[in-house]
């Protein structure tokens, strides 16, 4: 940085009275500035696009995710192959797809999370994932069951209750 740059960030010493009240010349100024505009649609998808291009992680927007909903949740998986493969094959990106119940939705803020349950092959795999995870590429609903409960914990012990499908209403 130059001196002029240094002066020009520096902040101006009063000479007046603190009790005074600020400087009439500083009081022009924040008259002066103008007051900042409304970003139109196009600007924002520029920002978006290159945001993804330089490689920051924007938040994805999920669905408001309840217990009892049947979803399928996209997830970023990065493969690293072997010590001694070569080339572009070194690390790939998949998505793979995780179809189930939410039985419960904890925490609040960034650390929320929700945890899925589904049956594979006659054993059940849970799943807990953060919502603000950058692994969680979309999060789809497939059904809503209607539930009488915030946790649905008695779905893990086998039960044959069945949830119900709740009603649309036109």
């Known amino acids: 940085m130059t001196e002029e740059q240094k002066n020009e960030q520096a902040p101006a010493k009063e000479t007046e009275d603190k009790n005074a ?69 070194k690390e790939k990106e998949r998505i793979q797809v995780f179809e189930g119940v939410v039985l419960a939705v904890r925490g609040s803020g960034n650390q929320k999370t929700f945890t899925v349950r589904k049956k594979s092959q006659g054993i059940g795999v849970e799943k807990i994932y953060p919502m603000s995870a950058p692994c969680v590429e979309k999060v789809e609903v497939m059904k809503e069951y209607r539930t009488k409960r915030a946790k649905l914990g008695f779905l893990r012990k086998g039960y044959k209750k069945k949830l119900k499908e709740k009603m649309k209403r036109k």
Do not use: C, N, S, Y
């Open 21 to 89: 009240g600020p400087a009439p010349e500083a009081a022009q100024d924040a008259q002066e500035t103008p007051a900042p505009e409304k970003q139109e649609p196009e600007a924002i998808e520029k920002a978006i696009e290159e945001a993804k291009a330089t490689g920051k992680q924007e938040q994805i927007k999920l669905p408001d995710i309840k217990p009892g909903m049947l979803i399928r949740v996209h997830q970023k998986i990065k493969e690293v192959a072997a010590k001694g493969a070569k080339g572009k094959d």
